[in-house]
């Protein structure tokens, strides 16, 4: 199968926690994950534009933690348009990014970014509970698959 985030081919990362049935690759996460993002683990102000068929959109920062949480390794984040960053993964030398869907033919520079870090992103509450409801919800998916 052809998927169509952003470092797809390479994302060979093994899971470091057996935490999240069936979950052994990140194209296993995005697998499970396309079953679990929904309206209510989108950031808010992107919301309205949430749909189906753009599902990543607005999920990268919880998406790139829950990722880090079952593989390892750093989350860096891409400066946007407006100050905030996009996030996405490297775990040794794999780089994936399963929220890069939500930019279309955008093409994103993975190249020199700062690292992120959670402390600073779930100092937001409304972000730390959409990734606690994401985590939650794809155990439970787990758990039925």
Known sequence: MKYRF???????????????????????LYDALSHVWCADTCAPRMRQNWTKENMTL????????????????????????????????VIRDCKF?????????????YEENPEQFREVHFAKEEKRMRYEKLKEELKKYCERN
């Open 58 to 89: 607005g999920q990268c920062s919880i998406t790139a933690f829950l990722a880090q949480d079952i593989f390892g390794g750093k989350v860096y984040g891409i400066l946007r348009p407006g100050g905030n960053y996009h996030c996405y993964n």
């Open 97 to 109: 990014d399963l929220t890069s869907e939500q930019f279309g033919d955008e093409v994103l520079d």
């Open 6 to 28: 952003w470092g797809w081919e390479h994302a060979d990362a093994k899971a470091i926690t057996a935490e999240y049935k069936g979950i052994e690759t990140p194209v296993d």
